[in-house]
């Protein structure tokens, strides 16, 4: 008979446990919910601040070359590399791309000038 008596009481604590489970179960549910909607927030964020500096940067007047600038008709200028480029009135002239001594001779002569 001891063996009826532990029969409900085996039945309220595995209901018990039961209720327990699904309770920590959907607890775990809620939470990781809570977190995929707080990573779809900061990936929202991060993609919305990425447009807004991206628009930003299209909205931004473009700045004169640093550098210089192509005032005669044409110009041939020595690269770094030994080769040669030919750049024509109004061209911006990166002077880190020339030789610096190409720079100065056309300087010299008038082919081209600081950019203002």
Known sequence: MAGSQSGPQDAQK???QVSADEKAAAELKVAAEQAEAEKAAEEKKTADE?????KA???KPETKPKGYLVTGAAVILRTEDGGERYLYRGAPVDSGAFAKESIKHSLSIGLIEKAK
């Not at 990425?50 to 991206?54: G, M, R, S, V």
């Open 14 to 16: 595995s209901a018990g």
């Open 50 to 54: 990425k447009a807004a500096a991206e």
């Open 57 to 59: 940067a299209a909205d």
